[in-house]
Structures are given as structure tokens and as C-alpha cells.
């Protein structure tokens, strides 16, 4: 199965929104609201940042919110601040069970 | 609060096989509705889910690896173990435990497909 596609990086201004795509195809990310988001800092293990798409874990800032349109889903990052520089990875369901994005690294200028 | 811990050897000969071990605090492994996964991340690159055991009969691997994948649960111990077999340099990479969300209604239980705890993770090097 392939990986979803996100880009390699993105980059903002503390203050700025950004917003991270991540793309699938219809029998992934298109067709299901199985879409989950993971900040992962150098060295560290990932952490759970959205899931289904939408939805914050307990004590996620709403800085931090999802949407999907057809095979792609964002991730959109409001009020950048230097803590947020980071890798982030999006994940879907898929026919084979669990697929990860290639991850974008998040750069705050 | 749930922990998981990694442990295990951190250096594999090629062909040998892969161990390790994820030790499960502040949950009891055996509650059921969660799915305990495997998940490597080679380094410098993305995830890749590696597979998960729902009970000591229920396990589902990534297709990719299916053949030299085995992950086992321990519930007198509180823990899942992971192995993989004939490990060449290409296994080489942090290898993460990590608890998968299910819901349980309507007569069963369902994945959910996301990870709400990780163990910090271990890297594991394959290397004569």
C-alpha cells in the first residue's frame, strides 16, 4: 500500500496559519473519516494531535483543527508558535489496515 | 495514565530474528476495545504500521511483512511482544509499541485506526 502524500515541508511565521495536506486515494482517505494527525519532535515518539478527521484529544490547543475535501485532508495549524516546529504525519484506514503519510516538517521562521 | 515500554535487544544479526517486548502500565492489557500495535520508523523516514493483537487469537499484520511477522500477548504479564523473523540491514529502525483505539457496541468491537498512547520507542540495528 502506498504512503499518503504530504508535503516535505512547510514553513510560517509565529502567528501565521498553515495548513498540511495530506492525499490519498478514494479507497483511503476518500472514502472513510478514518484520518489521524501525529506530532512527532526529533528523537520522540509520536504524539496523537487529531483523529477521525476533526477531533482533539484532551489537552490538544485548538490551534490545531482538521479537515478533509474528497481524497486529500489538512491539517491547519493557527497561531504558529516556535513549540509547533516539528515533523507531523497524517494516517488513514486502508484495505490493508493503516497506512502513514511520509510526514512534513514544520518550520517556524 | 498509560504507559507503554519497548524493551529488547538493540543490535540483530542479519537472518536472525527480531524480539521485543512492550510492556503495558496503568491499563490492564486484557480490557479489550484496545488494539496493541507495532509501528517502525526507519531512520530519517515516515511510519510504517507493522500490525496489532486484539486478543491472544486475533492478530492482523501489514501485508509487506506478513510472512516474518509474529505479535503475541502476554496478559499474566501485561505485555505484547513483537517478532520478526530473517532481519536483514532493511529492519534496521525505531520500532514503536503503541495503543490503537476501538470502540465496542452493537455486539462487538470495532478499530478505530488511531493511536492514542506510544511507547518512546527502540531502535533496533541489524548488523553482523
Known amino acids: 500500500q502506498s504512503a499518503l502524500t504530504q508535503p516535505a515541508s512547510v514553513s510560517g511565521s509565529p502567528g501565521q496559519s498553515i495548513t498540511i495536506s495530506c492525499t490519498g486515494i478514494?479507497?483511503?482517505?476518500?472514502?472513510?473519516?478514518?484520518v489521524s494527525w501525529y506530532q512527532q519532535y526529533p528523537g520522540k515518539a509520536p504524539t496523537l494531535i487529531l483523529y477521525e478527521v476533526t477531533n482533539r484529544p484532551s489537552g490538544v490547543p485548538y490551534r490545531f483543527s482538521g479537515s478533509k475535501s474528497g481524497n486529500t485532508a489538512s491539517l491547519t495549524i493557527s497561531g504558529l508558535q516556535a513549540k509547533d516546529e516539528a515533523d507531523y504525519y497524517c494516517?488513514?484506514?486502508?484495505?490493508?489496515?493503516?497506512?502513514f503519510g511520509g510526514g512534513t516538517k514544520v518550520t517556524v521562521l | 495514565q498509560v504507559q507503554l515500554q519497548e524493551s529488547g535487544p538493540g543490535l540483530v544479526k542479519p537472518s536472525q530474528t527480531l524480539s521485543l517486548t512492550c510492556t503495558v502500565s496503568?491499563?490492564?492489557?486484557?480490557?479489550?476495545?484496545?488494539?496493541w500495535s507495532w509501528i517502525r520508523q526507519h531512520p530519517g523516514k515516515g511510519l510504517e504500521w507493522i500490525g496489532y493483537i486484539y486478543d491472544s487469537e486475533s492478530a492482523y499484520y501489514n501485508p509487506s511483512l506478513k510472512s516474518r511477522v509474529t505479535i503475541s500477548l502476554d496478559t499474566s504479564k501485561n505485555h505484547f511482544s513483537l517478532r520478526l523473523s530473517f532481519v536483514t540491514a532493511a529492519d534496521t529502525a525505531v520500532y514503536y509499541c503503541a495503543r490503537e483505539m476501538g470502540y465496542c457496541g452493537g455486539g462487538g468491537c470495532y478499530r478505530q485506526y488511531y493511536f492514542d498512547y506510544w511507547g518512546q520507542g527502540a531502535l533496533v540495528t541489524v548488523s553482523s
Open positions: 496503568g491499563d490492564s492489557i486484557n480490557s479489550g476495545g484496545y488494539y
Open positions: 478514494s479507497s483511503d482517505v476518500g472514502d472513510y473519516n478514518y
Open positions: 494516517s488513514s484506514y486502508t484495505s490493508t489496515s493503516v497506512v
